[in-house]
Structures are given as C-alpha cells and as structure tokens.
C-alpha cells in the first residue's frame, strides 16, 4: 500500500482516483497499481471498476475495457467510424503492416520467446530488417538472450501488440489447429468452386 495513503481519511475517492488514473493513462492499467497507488484492497478496486464500466456502457463516447492485462478507457464501438475518420485526416496514419511484419509478429506471437533465426527459419527468408521495423513500432520487444553458442536474442511481443489486436492477453489468439482447420476449408471451398 502507498504509503501516501495509509489511512482511510487520505485516500483520495475511489471513483475520482480511478477515473484520474484512466484518463492520464496511455496504457493498461493492472489492479495491482491501482491498489498501490490509491490505496484500496483489489476487490473494492475490481468492484469500482466493474460499476464505471457498466457506467459508461451506454450514453458516452467511450468505454472502459479490460484489455492488455489491465483497465484503459477506449473509445464506444459505436463510434468508430468517426474515430477511423479522425485518425485518417486529423492524427498519424492508422498502423499498417507488411506481410512480411505480419507473418513474423504471428511467429513471435505464437513461438515466444524466439530467436531471429527460428523466425527465418519458419518463415523461409531474413527477417531482420522486419524485426528491427516492429521493435521499432514497439509491437515485440527484446526478452534477452537464449544461452548457448552466440547468445541469440530473444523476443516477445508487448503490450503494444496486446492493444493493436485488441486483445486482453496473448491467450486470447486463436489457438493454431484453429487456423489450421480454417485454412483447409477454404482451399476445400476454393477446389469446390473451381469444379
């Protein structure tokens, strides 16, 4: 507990901490932080949180998510073509990938942590100047060094990623035999149309 906030009548409201948190925040923010920083047991922040966003569910702009193993205000899937529209004209370009940084994120993603060389392997070609693009993003990150001979560096993805796919953790991608299975049937249907 923060030491700033050690007794009842200094904690700063739960509601208004959290919300001014939120707001400052450009990332996900975990329970655990919240908990540190204003001071107030997990499960009275998890029940705060859980009524602001059944709160702001309806009738705002946006909404408060659980994404990246922990709490950001998002904007309302409603509004998204406007924000598209906003992102376009007003602000940087939307994130666009290669499919060459698309098909070495999902190696990363699904093979973490790995080398540049297992990645160049599955995939069939160099993959450093790629690899170097999505460090640059802030998509993967280095998660040190394998041991043996040369000392490979390693990587994972981050948060950042997380946040671009919009998902809460890397279990929420599709699992493999999945895709797999996916995949068969559309070369099936593909064969069948060709018939």
Known sequence: MNSNFSSVENRPSLIGGLESLLIVSSEPVSVDDFGRMLGYPSKEILEALRSLQNHYETGHGFRLVRIGGGWQFASAPELSELVSRFREDVQNQPLRLSRAA??????????????????????????????????????IRIAGRRKGTGTPLLFRTTANFLDAFNLDSISDLPALHDLEDNREKDENASLEEKQ
């Open 102 to 139: 698309l098909e070495t994120l999902a190696v990363v993603a699904y093979k973490q942590p790995v080398t540049r060389a297992e990645i160049e392997e599955i995939r069939g070609v160099r993959s450093d100047k790629v690899v170097e693009t999505l460090l640059r993003l802030g998509l």
